[in-house]
């Protein structure tokens, strides 16, 4: 699971003139306050009055970041950086624009040139971390992410975005220990309870798992994944009732189609196979891409015997995927309790091409 980007309110240097007030703390205050078109509106005229001004520049880049015109932004920041090139906080903010736009290698150089130039920059670490953990170098974020820290000062911000990417690597023990102390920082934080539940969910501890999401779900009752992680966790818990309870809420808040197929499992685990089928195909309603909506729902339909509504779903799956064994052999079981052999054999020496070992026994057993 990827870390919302987000630009980050850097307070630039400032420099007073003498008996007014400096228009750029001005500025800089707006910029605090979320007032990104006035201060962009004000960083027009003192940018108009000196063009030379590369703190102006990077200010109204700033500006821009808020107003997510990373384009403009990048445009300013280069300004700034056409006047001094080594300008540290032009180059991150210019790297945090790239990186709003999706451009995670052209924002790295950007934040390794402000490193270099200041290497206690905190927020170009954390950047560059994001930029990092996008590009699925998670070693790399991870070293961002932890040198923010031993910069300092901590803060809970930077103990989860830690802790997301060990839970990535699969370290979900020490995920937990970050978790945990970004909560000491910041109880109020829903997400934080949630990341932690689902490394604790992943370590096998589901009681503290549920403990986090319903924490979570006390501090935001109007997310539906907080819902399903516990419906999950209650599963694993054998707590059928409480899964389904959840998964009902959670369909409530989100109708989406894979909370239909979990809930369709668990239904199909309840032997409720109408209710499950009835979930399979709202999931495939919403997005008929996935194949493995069509293979859950050939399993409730044989549970029905409706055998031929199962070989039919099992054919839509490997249209989808062509080359899943499972499937195959799936839909050779079911062609043998049709007495059809001679399409169930078709099937089964298909799927033991493809690796089935399942397959090559029941080739020999009913392929003679």
């Known amino acids: 699971m990827k870390p919302i980007l987000f630009f980050s309110l850097l307070i630039l240097s400032a420099s007073f003139t003498y008996g007014q007030p400096d228009p750029l703390e001005v500025v800089r205050k707006k910029i605090s306050a979320r007032d990104f078109v006035g201060a962009k509106t004000d960083l027009n005229k003192v940018v108009e009055a000196n063009p030379k001004n590369k703190t102006a520049f990077t200010l109204r880049g700033r500006a821009r970041l808020g107003l997510e015109d990373f384009y403009g932004a990048v445009g300013d920041f280069n300004f700034a950086l056409e006047i001094d090139s080594l300008y540290a906080d032009a180059l991150n903010g210019r790297g945090e ?44 974020a991870y070293f961002d992410f932890s040198k923010a820290l ?18 990535e690597l699969g370290e979900y023990v020490s995920a937990i220990d970050d978790y945990t102390k970004a909560l000491e920082l910041d109880k109020t934080d829903a997400s934080l309870y949630n990341y932690r539940g689902v490394a604790r969910y992943n370590t096998g501890n589901f009681p503290e798992a549920i403990a986090d999401y319903d924490q979570a779900i006390t501090l935001d009752a109007k997310d539906a994944v907080k819902f399903e992680n516990r419906a999950l966790a209650k599963t694993a818990k054998e707590d059928l009732k409480g899964a389904l309870e959840d998964y009902n809420k959670a369909l409530e808040l989100d109708a989406d189609p894979e909370t239909f197929n979990l809930r369709g499992v668990l239904k199909h ?9 009835a979930d399979y195909t709202k999931a495939i309603e919403l997005d008929a891409t996935n194949p493995t909506y069509f293979d859950n729902r050939a399993l409730s339909k044989a549970e029905k015997d409706d055998f031929a509504g199962a070989v039919e779903d099992y054919s839509s799956s490997i249209e989808l995927f062509p080359t899943d064994a499972e499937t195959y052999y799936q839909r050779a079981l079911v062609k043998l309790q049709m007495s059809n052999n001679y399409d169930a054999c ?15 026994v029941a080739v020999k057993k009913n392929c003679k």
Request: aromatic share 10%; hydrophobic share 35%.
């Open 346 to 360: 078709l099937d089964l020496h298909r799927a033991e091409e493809l690796g089935s070992a399942e397959a090559k």
């Open 150 to 167: 031993e910069i300092g000062p901590a803060d809970a911000d930077k103990y989860f975005n830690r802790g997301i990417v060990k839970a």
């Open 269 to 277: 685990t309840l032997q409720d196979y109408d209710g499950a089928i």
């Open 97 to 140: 624009a790239k990186l709003n736009l999706g451009d995670d290698d052209g924002a790295i150089p950007d934040f390794d040139k402000a490193i270099r130039i200041n290497p206690k920059f905190i927020e170009a670490y954390t950047n560059r971390g994001f930029a990092k953990y996008n590009s699925e170098d998670l070693q790399g």
